[in-house]
């Protein structure tokens, strides 16, 4: 019989208590030396600087009314929109504001949308509710009625919209808009035809200047809800953690995850802590906040994860972190495991960065969230598709999402540059579609799955921008669906 100890054939203690041969262990004779499979890189450039709300003046931000930020935006995308009204209706008169409108004369108005909602939540009938003893106005999942209708403001004043081309129904207060039509006897806007802003210049994608040979991919992952009573979700997560660092699946399966250059984590690293209204546990005895003991749960990870890839952590409404709009990033004293490998970024929610010439937007849920209580739409990714056309992330902040009071500029807007990526973290399931816009620009919108309920994470070709969701349920093989 043969073994790793057949080299030894000395009689004494010594040789048979000596340690084998390096090379036998390994398997690796004759000066070979092992295969090894590098990480492939790419260069990164965080384009977020507009979300981060240090930068504005302390003491005056808070001062501001939230009506300057519907200003902003009517302001910015203003220049966009009247462009967009020319090459569509050609020598219609633009008017310059509301006021300027004349009764049967067909114009073009732009204006910012007001959605009147008979069911909207309203702080003043929950106080009084509370003041009469009654049961404040239940929750729902939907707040949209047939009895909504839909006005049209700028700097100078409103008018309502009507007509059958505008529906309410697919739309949110905060979306900025140009209508052309006339107004009617009534005092109303007929509504003709309508536009939104033309998207921003777009640079061209590195797929077609090289080949499949140069792929590299950027794995998006959501609502990992650390401190969850879900055995099987950490499973999963353990198993994802060890595809991602290269320890799982056959080596052409090791090839592929070789060339994940970069993860991002979209917000809901750790699962909602219930907060109790006596005193918590933890302030009168000397036990730990579930907060803290989860937190350090995702430090494990990220320090798995980091050791081998460079991973972007984004806030979201679990996290901790400010739930105004736009989230800051969550502090690197918080992972210090994950941040001692110095590849773990805080970053923002909203996120923009660019991997390789291919600009990524991103936000941790909330946009689509709030969007889908107050429309009709069912479909998160038509919801996403949408923020895309009105060329804005977060249209119903500050109305309905709370939000950061800017009062200088709306960090919101997208049409400085038209993104190849943008997706939303937290989405029920995974689902992708390509936006074409007016400009004929490109954007690939993506539904990114929560990772707790559905075991699944998205990976994008930088190059292509195409994608696909692996799943990492442990009661099933590993599956991928392509789109």
């Given amino acids: 019989m043969s073994g790793i100890f057949d080299h030894v054939r000395g009689n004494n203690a010594a040789d048979l208590l000596s340690n084998p041969d390096a090379k036998i262990i390994s398997g690796i004779e004759n000066g070979d030396t092992p295969s090894q499979i590098e990480r492939v890189t790419c260069t990164y450039s965080n384009n977020s600087a ?4 240090k930068s504005i003046e302390k003491g005056t931000a808070y001062k501001t009314q939230f009506a300057q930020i519907y200003f902003q935006r009517l302001v910015q995308m203003r220049p966009s929109l009247k462009l967009a009204a020319e090459k569509k209706w ?4 633009i008017e310059k504001k509301l006021l300027d409108m004349r009764a049967g004369k067909k114009c073009v108005i732009i204006g910012t949308i007001y959605k009147e909602m008979k069911l909207k939540p309203n702080i003043l009938d929950e106080h009084h509710a509370r003041e009469k003893y009654e049961a404040p106005p239940p929750s729902r999942s939907k707040y949209f009625s047939s009895d909504d209708s839909i006005v049209l403001e700028d700097q100078s004043g409103r008018v309502g919209l009507s007509g059958d081309v505008l529906l309410p129904k697919n739309m949110v207060t905060g979306v900025v808009i140009a209508v052309m039509g006339r107004e009617l006897a009534s005092g109303e806007f007929g509504v003709e035809d309508y536009c939104f802003a033309l998207p921003g210049p777009q640079a061209p994608l590195q797929g077609a200047l ?17 401190g969850a009573s879900s055995a099987k979700s950490l499973l999963g997560l353990q198993l994802f953690v060890d595809y991602a660092t290269g320890q799982l699946g056959s080596t052409a399966e090791q090839e592929t995850a070789s060339r994940i250059c970069r993860v991002v984590i979209a917000g809901n690293s750790i699962d909602e802590v219930e907060h109790d209204t006596e005193q918590a546990v933890y302030k009168s005895n000397a036990v730990e906040a579930k907060s803290v003991s989860h937190v350090r749960e995702l430090d494990d990870i990220l320090a798995q994860l980091t050791a081998c890839v460079p991973v972007d952590i984004m806030p979201g409404f679990n996290d901790p972190s400010n739930c105004t709009m ?7 004293c918080m992972f210090p495991k994950g941040a001692s490998t110095g590849l773990l970024r805080g970053v ?5 960065f660019t991997l390789d010439a291919t600009q990524f937007v991103g936000t941790s849920g909330q946009g689509v969230d709030d969007i889908y209580k107050f429309c009709e739409l069912e479909d998160r990714l038509e919801i996403l598709c949408n923020t895309i056309d009105w060329a804005h992330l977060c ?3 500050p109305d309905t999402l709370t939000c950061f009071p800017f009062y200088q500029n709306d960090p919101f807007v997208m049409t400085e540059s038209a993104p190849h990526v943008v997706f939303a973290g937290n989405q029920p399931a995974f689902a992708t579609r390509v936006v074409e816009g007016a400009g004929g620009t490109h954007t690939r919108a993506i539904a990114v799955p929560n990772f707790h309920k559905t075991m699944e994470v998205v990976v994008v070709n930088i190059r292509t921008t195409q994608c696909y969701a692996m799943s990492f349920d442990a009661g099933s093989d590993m599956d991928c669906s392509m789109e």
């Fill in 395 to 397: 249209p119903t902040a």
């Fill in 326 to 332: 736009p989230q800051q990033p969550m502090h690197r």
């Fill in 210 to 226: 090289t080949s499949s040979s140069s792929d590299r991919f950027v794995v998006l992952i959501s609502g990992l809800c650390i």
């Fill in 50 to 53: 507009r979300f981060i709300t």
């Fill in 348 to 352: 923002t929610n909203p996120y923009d």
């Fill in 90 to 93: 050609g020598g219609v008169q």
